[in-house]
């Protein structure tokens, strides 16, 4: 379980090894020496960057692209047909848990991506608990029973997805030990839990997972990461009224704004509203409040 700076650095470094070893040993020195990093960020044909406290850091190696053809084989396990479904929307689980996300040149069919090809960037980001970091939403939902569905919402990269695994561990481990279910759908939010009793449905389409969670898990809260479509909110109130408390994220600016959130707000569909925003060096603020 990434509990800790140095098993969020060990997971950074384990990542950095999927890169050819020219670049792994550079990037293993910056990273055992900025002691957190949140990403790595490469671009075929230029520097390899690492993310910290939000500030983008270049560490002066340069990916070729046919090192970033390598890089993307060494995540791939060398076969990047078997990878291909997720490649497609963007992203590649490795066999040990790390995910990085991908992009490149989409080849399309009446409107519909096909596949991927000449991926010329990866961008690994370092799952990490920050304990703390969800106690005031674990404090409001407490004040609910634990009843209310919860939205939460950010710009990208705004702490969402750190904060949900933060907040499984809460309800899962707290006193109260609720059965928690974890909808992950694109494999973002389990990484870091391994040991708690949590339920986990990796790769699920959100929708489905909901359901599914609901009709054999028998869960008292159901997280879920980044809703965006009628179907998620659908199935929400569905979950809703089957007794399950749904905490979901979804994007927004930094007002709040979102079509997503206009239209939840419209159904009725969550009873707390908890809004993220980072100010300065990496600090996070935090508005909570119930509709």
Same mark, same amino acid.
């Given at each position: 379980m990434i509990t800790t700076q140095s098993g969020a650095q060990s997971y950074a470094v384990r990542a950095a090894c999927y890169f050819p070893s020219r670049i792994a040993s550079a990037l293993t020195s910056f990273i055992r020496r900025c002691g957190e990093c949140d990403e790595i960020r490469a671009v075929a044909g230029s520097d390899v960057c690492l993310t910290v406290s939000g500030k983008t850091v270049p560490t002066g190696v340069v990916c070729t692209r046919d090192e970033m053809r390598l890089t993307v084989m060494s995540l791939c396990g060398n *076969?990047? %047909?078997s990878h291909s !479904?997720? @490649? $497609? !929307?963007?992203y590649v689980v490795t066999s040990d848990g790390v995910r990085a996300g991908v992009a490149g040149r989409a080849v399309t069919e009446g409107g519909r991506i096909v596949s991927v090809a000449d991926i010329s960037s990866v961008v690994i980001r370092i799952? *990490? +608990?920050r304990e703390g970091f969800a106690d005031e939403l674990y404090g409001i939902m407490e004040k609910a029973s634990f009843k209310k569905n919860v939205l939460v919402y950010a710009p990208p990269a705004g702490g969402k997805t750190t904060l949900l695994r933060e907040l499984a561990y809460l309800l899962a481990g707290g006193e109260g030990r609720l059965r928690v279910a974890v909808v992950d759908t694109r %494999? !973002? @939010?389990a990484e870091g839990l391994a040991g708690s009793h949590i %339920?986990?449905?990796s790769g699920y389409p959100r929708a489905k997972g909901i359901e599914i969670a609901v +009709?054999?898990? *028998?869960p008292e809260v159901i997280i879920c990461d980044e809703i965006a479509r009628e179907d998620d909110l659908e199935a929400v109130d569905s979950a809703t009224g089957c007794g399950a408390a749904v905490v979901a994220s979804c994007h927004s600016d930094a007002r709040g704004d979102s079509r997503v959130i206009a239209e939840a707000k419209r159904r009725g569909s969550f009873g707390i509203y908890y809004g993220i925003s980072k100010s300065g060096e990496g600090a996070v603020s935090f508005e909570g %409040? !119930? $509709?």
């Open positions: *076969s990047v %047909y !479904e997720t @490649i $497609k !929307e963007g799952p *990490s +608990r %494999y !973002e @939010i %339920y986990t449905l +009709r054999t898990l *028998s %409040y !119930e $509709k």
